[in-house]
């Protein structure tokens, strides 16, 4: 029945995220960026997109970091702006789509606190797709106990905090595990939304991309994890489980692997990552890393193919995340002559 | 009125002593009751098709033509499909309204009878074939209308596809006129 | 030259003995200087070669690390940033100093330790040098500073690990320039004074000391002839002395003569004892008269 | 501080290394643990696009006159070409100061102080 009322509420968002998503920039354009001999030849390439309104502000040696923030800009600008004309099911996804910049965010203050830095500072560099409310009052905060009693328990992540967290464990635990802890109870809850109470086209469309992002970090943690002094308890502890992902027996082996020759058995066992994982072996220049990006953006394009769900607004975003990071990356590549590696990026469609 | 029936006695109604029950109840209602709610189900439930189709395409056209402002012009022809199926059900209503006259026996006269059921019948048949048409037009105008954003040879493709849904409708209309040509209250319509 | 430096000494021969010696250790001084300055020339020419070559070397190095680093923003993003900065702590990497006397210079070298700051983690202090980057997969585990530790869990581990590694590369080839530029800055300066000690020796305090030697040897020969031409004048005057006493002697002898014996031919006598008086005279005039020097002083 | 075990034996203490530059340098160096925060100002100095000249040439001037922990000071060529004046007028040993390339620039060592001494010096004495 999506079909029929999904686009009471949610159709004109939805295509226009679809123009958004047209306007991401192709293969092509990729090649065409990789061929610069310097920023400003890519902006007058960018300047043909719709990017140039974001772009023609910035003084005429163009920077990478430049570059990068007006792309971040853009994406904060669509993402606001879809975000204001959402209705209820749908502003609540879009929440959630933020909530990874929000953990990021809370272990960036977190550090902040630990560290007795000024805070203000240290807001200053958070993502502005991760505030939340409270922000201003932070400066008062002096202790991590006090972060937590002050900030976040009236922010969205306060039940993840509750769940994997104690306030002791602010002060005790490395900020990187509280940081997977806290991306493991967001994307079961996550999963929880889109599946239980959204349900529908976008439960289904939506539950293969989260179990994708639940099993890359149960892969990506066990492999680095390898050589660190991370006990095979804790990173058992930090993967993401959601039903749809792994196997059991995928992920009892990850858990227990020491090396990378038992991540490859084990991974072995699975149809989808067994493939990636020879690909990233096979090819020199494309880490496994790459081979993840590159299904992911093949799962986010599949995603576009239905019709009447929220799939499209997480694979929009999660996109043009993409594309910013294609396009630093190949600022990066022209501003530091490594011109050969500059078409080594993931296309987007 | 015998025709109140205790919950707990529903299951009565398959047995064949109720078919009885049912022929009174239906009996005591009056033919023209059948014959206006028939009207009204035609205007009604196509409205109700088209208004929905409308809302499902336009809604996506109004977000998609704001990146592909070209697409405005062609995509109007889905919701000019859309309203088609209004118009069939305004059509269908008003040859059914021409079908019914005054008759001071209505309740005993056969002719009457039958033409009571056969324009509810035929409003329900125009109603509910223009509610899905109407349904089925909304849905592959929005999905026409964001295929043409992206890519505007898909347009000419898709429309045949929103073509042959908008036919739908049409073959109701169509059963439509044939059932409600038959019926005649009180002497309405020529070859009453 | 025409001043001429003369430092301030008694002109004696026991000076003379004294600069002598002053001018011929001034001379082996000088050849060794000069020597030493030539060695640490060619020392400081192989410093410079290698600084260039160092330099080049930590530029390519370095180049590599930041393309590694705009690998590890590709995957990890511009959070990381962030994260490590505000996750500095105590330094982990430090420099150790270590003062070598090379020929009289003291020569600073440096040397990269890690300090595990945490102290449940093994000690641990020891070259991050080319050891490191011969076996990464060791240095993973061991030394691991904290500030990467668990970092990019999620994603990026490998990444940060692998630009990690290249960084610390580069920080050794940096570390080892360094201690060759202090090196070269010490040596540069330490010539510069060599050659400035090398310069006031041939220049300044070597003519000194022979000008000196001139002055006293020239002192000392006019305190001879000064001697000489005393004991000449007294000699001089001891004759005409002699000769005064011997012509009123004369006189007296001439006078009682003539008064004793008038009978004399005083003609032919006044005739020999002038001829005596004038050779007395002409002797006098003789040994006043052509020595220029007498009217010097 | 916990370096007293592993104070070497000639009694000189371990240095610091501090570091001006871009963020990206920075952070990069920053990884392999040289950073300190354990007095109140950081060893490490960082130059963003909104950073003036007497900003870098402030902190340069703390980490050579004012710090005494200081071994060596990393200074991308982009933040010393703005402050070249101070560069050159430091005469210290200690800590010793090394220009390093900027992250977006080729290594240019006609721009560094030292290699113009350098290259002087082997250009005279090549001569």
């Known amino acids: 029945m999506d079909m029929l009322t999904f686009n009471a ?51 005429a040696p ?56 000024d805070l203000g500072e240290v807001l200053d560099k958070c993502h502005p797709l991760g505030l939340f409310e409270g922000m201003a009052t932070l400066a008062v905060v002096t202790s991590p106990e006090e972060l937590y009693r002050e900030i976040l328990v009236d922010t969205p992540l306060a039940p993840y905090f509750a769940e994997c967290v104690s306030v002791h464990d602010l002060t005790e635990m490395n900020v990187e595990i509280i940081r997977n802890l806290l991306y493991k109870a967001y994307l079961a809850d996550f999963y929880h939304l889109c599946v239980k109470r959204i349900g529908g086209t976008t439960g289904a469309v939506m539950a293969s991309l989260i179990s994708f992002e639940a099993d890359r970090r149960v892969i990506n943690i066990t492999l680095n994890s390898l050589d660190t002094a991370l006990r095979k308890d804790e990173r058992v502890a930090l993967f993401p489980r959601l039903p749809g992902g792994l196997d059991d027996e995928v992920v009892y082996r990850l858990g227990r692997a020491d090396d990378l020759q038992a991540v490859a058995l084990a991974m ?14 096979e090819r020199e220049d494309h880490s496994l890393e790459d081979q993840f990006l590159e299904h992911e953006m093949k799962l986010l394009r599949e995603a576009f193919d239905v019709q009447f769900h929220y799939g499209v607004f997480y694979a929009y975003f999660r996109m043009r995340e993409q594309e910013i990071r294609n396009l630093t990356w190949i600022g990066e590549c022209i501003t530091q002559k490594q011109y050969a590696h500059a078409s080594r990026v993931v296309p987007i469609l | 009125m015998d025709g109140v029936v205790p919950v707990h006695c529903l299951w009565r109604w398959f047995l064949p002593d109720c078919l009885e029950l049912f022929g ?23 409205v109700l098709g088209a208004a929905w189709g409308i809302f499902v395409t336009g809604s996506s056209l109004v977000g998609a033509s704001i990146h592909a402002p070209r697409i405005t012009s062609k995509n109007l022809v889905s919701v000019i499909f859309c309203e088609a199926v209004a118009i069939y059900g305004i059509i269908v209503a008003i040859v059914m309204a021409t079908r019914i006259g005054y008759s001071a026996h209505a309740e005993t006269d056969t002719v ?30 929005s999905s026409c209308a964001l295929a043409d954003a992206q890519d505007a040879t898909l347009f000419v493709k898709l429309l045949i596809v929103e073509i042959f849904a908008s036919a739908l409708g049409l073959f109701g209309v169509i059963a439509g006129i044939i059932i409600s040509s038959k019926a005649s209250l009180g002497g309405g319509g020529s070859n009453g | 030259m025409s001043q001429r430096h003369v430092l301030p000494v008694v002109p004696s021969r026991m000076t003379l003995t004294q600069i002598k010696a002053r001018l011929q250790g001034a001379r082996r001084g000088h050849a060794l200087l000069k020597k030493k300055s030539d060695a640490l020339t060619v020392r400081f020419r192989a410093l410079l070669r290698e600084i260039v070559d160092r330099k080049f070397r930590a530029a390519d190095l370095l180049r590599n690390a930041s393309f590694r680093f705009a690998a590890v923003k590709y995957v990890v993003g511009e959070e990381l940033k962030h994260v490590v900065l505000e996750g500095v702590d105590h330094a982990e990497t430090r420099l150790r100093v270590r003062f070598e006397n090379v020929a009289g210079v003291p020569l600073p070298s440096y040397r990269c330790v890690t300090v595990a700051t945490d102290a449940s983690t093994a000690f641990e202090s020891r070259e991050n040098g080319a050891a490191e980057a011969l076996n990464p997969s060791r240095s993973r585990v061991v030394g ?10 999620g994603r990026g581990g490998q990444q940060i690990i692998s630009c990690r590694d290249a960084y610390q590369e580069a920080l050794s080839a940096l570390v080892e320039l360094a201690s060759l530029q202090t090196c070269f800055m010490v040596l540069d300066e330490a010539i510069k004074i060599t050659n400035r000690r090398v310069n006031a020796l041939e220049n ?34 001891k004759k005409r002395e002699l000769a005064r006493s011997q012509a009123t002697e004369l006189r007296a002898r001439e006078r009682r003569a003539a008064q004793a014996l008038n009978a004399f031919d005083l003609n032919s006598f006044h005739e020999a004892l002038g001829a005596e008086t004038a050779a007395a005279e002409s002797l006098l005039e003789q040994t006043t008269g052509h020595d220029p020097d007498l009217l010097n002083i | 501080m916990t370096e007293t075990s592993i104070r070497p034996p000639d009694g000189s203490g371990d240095r610091l290394i501090a570091i001006i530059g871009d963020e990206d340098t920075v952070t990069g160096f920053l990884l392999t643990g040289i950073g300190d ?91």
């Not at chain 1, 310097?38 to 309104?53: F, G, K, M, Q």
């Not at chain 2, 009751?33 to 205007?43: E, K, N, P």
């Open chain 2, 112 to 141: 009457t009878k039958y033409g009571g059921y056969a324009l509810f019948a035929a409003g329900l048949v125009v109603g509910l074939s223009n509610l899905f048409c109407g349904l089925s037009i909304g849905v592959t105008g």
């Open chain 1, 62 to 117: 163009l920077q990478t970091q430049a570059l990068f923030d007006c792309l971040t800009e853009r994406l904060v600008h669509d993402y606001r702006s879809v975000r204001s004309q959402a209705y209820a099911p749908l502003s609540t996804f879009l929440d959630y789509i933020t909530y990874p910049y929000m953990i990021d965010n809370l272990v960036l203050l977190l550090m902040g606190v630990l560290r007795n830095r």
């Open chain 4, 37 to 127: 925060r354990s007095t109140p100002e950081p060893t490490f100095f960082v130059v963003r696009r909104d950073t003036t000249d007497d900003a870098i040439a402030e902190a340069f001037e703390r980490f050579t006159s004012r710090r005494e922990d200081l071994g060596m000071i990393l200074i991308t060529q982009n933040a010393a070409n703005r402050i070249r004046g101070n560069i050159e007028a430091y005469e210290g040993r200690v800590p010793a100061v090394i220009e390093i390339p900027s992250k977006d620039q080729v290594y240019d060592p006609r721009q560094d102080t030292l290699m113009q001494r350098v290259q002087r010096l082997l250009g005279i004495r090549d001569r």
């Open chain 1, 268 to 281: 072995d066992l699975s149809g989808t990552y067994r493939a990636l994982f020879q690909q990233a072996a």
């Open chain 3, 144 to 153: 691991a500073t904290s500030i990467v530790q668990y970092r990019g869990l």
């Open chain 3, 204 to 237: 300044v305090l070597i003519p000194r000391l022979e000008n000196t030697i001139a002055y006293i040897v020239s002192e000392l020969d006019e305190q001879e002839r000064e001697e000489f031409f005393r004991l000449k004048l007294v000699q001089n005057r």
């Open chain 1, 9 to 59: 509420d949610n159709g004109y968002l939805e295509a226009v995220v679809r123009g958004l998503k047209a306007s991401l920039l192709r293969r092509n354009d990729y090649t065409n960026l990789a061929q610069c001999e310097n920023l400003e030849d890519v902006r007058t390439i960018l300047n043909s997109t719709d990017y140039a309104p974001w772009l023609q502000n910035e003084p």
């Open chain 2, 24 to 46: 009174d109840l239906f009996g005591q209602i009056s033919p023209y009751w059948f014959a206006y709610v028939g009207v009204a189900f035609a205007i009604g439930l196509s």
